[in-house]
């Protein structure tokens, strides 16, 4: 099983271009999530699913979209990009649970808004 | 959800435990402790996690005090590959993580 990937590892956008990124899981998890990571800081939730169709904002959603059309995958859109939203993104997934579960995390998409 | 304090950064010698507390006072009733870890920008790692009860898996233990306001992830024999920052989080049913910045612990040869 490849786990959590995320598509692209790296990407530099102007401010004001669009962009997309892709997470996949192949764990058949209901549950899926976006981060994003700044220098020194914790991971903070951008937007999370809970099943394919179902969207969700978490602590930081301005200036972001998902979808989740299919339940193995999980879209981050940026409509127009600002240098703030330069971070690490890092998507996860996990199953449900009401005992607790662990989330899996992808290798994150380094993003740079100049 | 609750939130936690953890120490900004700890010393460890190389085969020694490593002992990470975490205070979490004003974690709820149906809320679990868990514990990550991050290895130098790579994703976050689960290590383990708990409700009530003390745990132990193949790469740490879990103690949780009586109280549950607050517990102690022990890495019985550190290695210089878990130098890392460490995450303890509380969270509920939703799933839903609250990431803090972590302890930045430094395995010593």
């Known amino acids: 099983n490849a786990g959590v990937t995320q598509t692209p590892k790296f990407r530099v956008l102007k401010t004001g271009q669009s962009m997309t990124l892709l997470c996949a899981q192949d764990m058949n998890h209901e549950y899926m999530y976006w981060y994003r990571q700044d220098p020194g800081m914790g991971l903070r939730l951008i937007h999370y699913?809970?099943?394919?169709?179902?969207?969700a904002k978490g602590e930081v959603p301005d200036g972001y979209n998902v979808s989740r059309l299919k339940k193995q995958n999980f879209l981050l859109g940026l409509e127009s990009a600002a240098p703030s939203q330069t971070s690490v993104y890092f998507c996860a997934s996990s199953r449900t649970s009401g005992r607790g579960v662990e989330q899996f995390f992808g290798p994150g998409t380094r993003l740079t808004v100049l | 959800d609750a939130k936690t304090t953890q120490p900004t950064s700890m010393d460890c010698a190389e085969g020694r435990a490593a002992n990470l507390p975490c205070n979490h006072s004003t974690i709820s009733g149906n809320e679990y402790v868990y514990w990550y870890r991050q290895i130098h920008s790579q994703g976050p790692q689960y290590i383990i996690h708990g409700l009530k009860n003390n745990e132990t898996n193949e790469m740490a233990s879990l103690i949780i005090t009586e109280d549950r306001k607050s517990s102690t992830l022990i890495l019985p024999h550190a290695t210089l590959r878990d130098t890392a920052v460490y995450y303890c989080?509380?969270?509920?049913?939703?799933?839903?993580?609250?990431f803090g910045t972590g302890t930045l612990l430094a395995v010593q040869p």
């Open positions: 989080i509380v969270g509920g049913a939703t799933n839903k993580l609250i």
């Open positions: 699913s809970v099943g394919e169709g179902t969207t």
